[in-house]
């Protein structure tokens, strides 16, 4: 492997590339390594976009299932590899890639889905949700409410067999956790059509959120941060829907004085979780976003900590650990 793609040979690599490109002249395509089409889609150049096959050899089993044929979407289950599988919580999970690149398959993701499966004694259920700009949002949020509607009918042998779908939790981290928030606010109301499965709350890891305004966290941290407001805001143009600027509750959880379906949330008990730390230049809307829950009177529980990176939970196996430990203390029904 070259050093190039030994860089990309994970999703966060990506980002340190990005500290070089910190003013508005860079080519954001060149940069993430994607050609315009003339129709409006794009094309990811497949070196720099590796993926693994599910594995059945580590400390998580795990297989892929299709969700939607039309749509050609897809998940990734992983049951821990453990004995004693018996009524296993679930957890919804998207991943990360700013809505417009990455799959569930992205040797990161996949290694810390199954750590996850391992740590929480939890049955994975990572959604292969469509990816923008072919398909803006509310694309991926469908894909993700679709997969509820799958747990939900137990069709799957995994899902039958080892889990309890009266205790599921919806996760995401970076796009994913914007994913996992959004399909919460609709699922909310959807309650009684979801059951028997009920979820108990969110977890948001470095949630990718945005707004109009920028905060002190996107404009002050330093090149060496990552994830420049050049590449952030091309991923607002590519996944929201077309004419939305980053002034759009899928963006802004406090548009317009955020969600009446918070209501919802606040009534059906669940908790929310939210992760991150202050070398993220997503922090800051990610403490604002925390507050504002709080002021709403959601049961929301921050984790936030000093330094590190976005996209440090799904790549270091200490602070993975560390985030487990916190959704853990969130959801005490949780075993080990
Ligand atoms: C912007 O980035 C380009 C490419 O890295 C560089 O050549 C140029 O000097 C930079 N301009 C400023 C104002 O930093
Ligand atoms: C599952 O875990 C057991 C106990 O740690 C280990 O001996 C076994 O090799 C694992 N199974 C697979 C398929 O890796
Ligand atoms: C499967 O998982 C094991 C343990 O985590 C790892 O050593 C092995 O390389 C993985 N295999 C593949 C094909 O990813
Ligand atoms: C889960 O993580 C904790 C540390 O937070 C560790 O002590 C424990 O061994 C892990 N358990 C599994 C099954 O990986
Ligand atoms: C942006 O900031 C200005 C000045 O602080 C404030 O008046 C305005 O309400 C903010 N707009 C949004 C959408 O948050
Ligand atoms: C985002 O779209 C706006 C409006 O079309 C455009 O002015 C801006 O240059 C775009 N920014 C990026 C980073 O693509
Ligand atoms: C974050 O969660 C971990 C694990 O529960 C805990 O040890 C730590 O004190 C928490 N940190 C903050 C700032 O809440």
Redesign the pocket.
């Given at each position: 492997m070259d050093a190039t793609k030994l860089l990309l040979f994970t999703i966060l690599a990506i980002l340190p590339i990005l500290n070089q490109a910190q003013n508005s002249t860079v080519d954001p395509y060149k940069l993430l390594h994607l050609i315009p089409n003339p129709d409006g889609s794009i094309t990811r150049i497949k070196e720099f976009y590796p993926t693994v096959p599910p594995n059945t050899s580590s400390?998580a089993f795990s297989r892929d299932v299709p969700l939607n044929h039309d749509k050609k979407t897809w998940i990734r289950l992983y049951l821990p590899n453990k004995s004693d599988l018996v009524n296993l919580p679930i957890t919804v999970y998207a991943h990360g890639g700013g809505f417009i690149i990455l799959s569930t398959a992205t040797p990161n993701f996949d290694w810390f889905l199954s750590?996850t499966a391992?740590?929480l004694t939890v049955l994975v259920v990572s959604v292969e949700y469509r990816l923008a700009p072919e398909h803006r949002l509310p694309a991926a949020y469908d894909d993700v409410l679709e997969a509820l509607h799958w747990v939900k009918e137990k069709k799957d042998v995994w899902v039958n067999k080892y889990a309890d779908v009266t205790r599921c939790i919806l996760m995401g981290e970076s796009a994913g956790g914007n994913i996992a928030y959004n399909v919460g606010l609709g699922a909310s109301i959807l309650n009684h059509k979801l059951k028997p499965l009920v979820i108990k709350g969110l977890v948001l890891i470095q949630p990718f959120f945005g707004g109009l305004n920028r905060t002190e966290s996107e404009l002050k941290l330093p090149d060496s941060a990552g994830l420049p407001l050049v590449i952030t805001d091309f991923m607002w143009n590519l996944s929201l829907p077309l004419g939305g600027s980053r002034n759009h509750p899928y963006c802004d959880p406090m548009f317009g004085g955020g969600s009446s379906n918070l209501d919802k949330i606040k009534e059906l008990g669940w908790r929310v979780a939210i992760a991150g730390c202050d070398g993220d230049r997503l922090y800051d809307k990610q403490v604002e976003v925390f507050m504002f829950l709080k002021k709403q009177g959601v049961d929301v529980v921050g984790n936030f900590s000093k330094g590190d990176y976005h996209g440090v939970f799904v790549t270091e196996l200490a602070k993975s650990?560390?985030l487990?430990?916190f959704v853990r203390s969130v959801f005490s029904y949780l075993r080990?």
């Open positions: 400390v750590n391992s740590n650990l560390k487990f430990e080990y």
